[in-house]
């Protein structure tokens, strides 16, 4: 059911601090910590000796001890002390798994490691670049990522979810415009001559009644990571020929790792490359955006909730919205169908 051979974001770098963080993976309870040189590290959850967890126990000197009978694991996952006995049992050992601290997150390749190529990590450089201010999170959520990615593919729900942040009225009736790459599917709306929504409102001060021509410029990547371009400039300004200098650019940057099938850590960033030095401007959007994909999770948990209890008995419907949704979701099957 998942997508193993790629790379997911585990969590934020700042998470992983002095004492060892327990994260379930794609079922599997993962340890992860910071070696002696500051190196993240993903273990195994679940000691060779009796299974207990590894997360309850100590990090010393970049080795993790179990909080059973003390036996401590490197950073390889080998077994290197066991107290009470000079020689440790060959093969005593957890699973290790790749990991690389990039773009404030810590990323995790889930599959066969020899496949981990560091190069396959995704672009979100708007998280650490000098040129954006990122505000972000992360949330639990009780629900499927595929929900999420379905999310996040339709914003046609901003109207109805989001009136007080993202959403105008008439956002629905401006179609999309869907393409594919090879891992990837575009979602492309132009939204022209209608007001600003309270948001871009806040940070590109327009008023009530100035018109703007904005845009969702959504980019796919498999197998859930989302890189949306969204603003708004002055309606006929030139935005549609590239030319934003009447309006304000964020990118909205989303990543979603499924914890179980129904359940996912989703982790969010929101960068904006212009009036940089303005610390409440800041504070202003990470209340807003935390508001705003607070709302999504509200839904996805609650559609989790009415599938269980339907089963498969209850067919569901698209609409013309759906349009994208449908070519992510014919990919990430393919591949993972793909994997085996
Ligand atoms: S269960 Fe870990 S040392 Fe015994
Ligand atoms: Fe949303």
New binding site residues.
Partial sequence: MYLCNRWYVAAWNHELGDKPLARTIMDEPIVFFRDADGNPVALEDS?A????ALSEGKIIDGCIQ?P????EYDATGACVTVPGQAKVPPGAGVKSYPVVERYRYIWIWTGEPDKADAALIPDFHWNDDPDWVAVGDYFYVKGSYRLLIDNLLDLSHVAYVHATTLGTDGVANFPVKVSREEDKVHVERWIFDEPAPPMFKMVGGFKDDDAVDRWQLIHYQEPSHFMIDVGCAVAGSGATDGDRSQGVTMFSNHTLTPETERSTHYFWHHARNFRLDEPELTEKLAKATSTAFGEDVIIIETQQDRMERAGPKKAIIDINADAGVLQASRMLDGLIEAEG
Avoid: I
């Avoid at 000796?49 to 207990?52: I, S, T």
């Avoid at 059973?68 to 036996?71: A, F, M, S």
């Fill in positions: 000691c000796h009796r299974y207990m179990c059973y009978h003390g036996l």
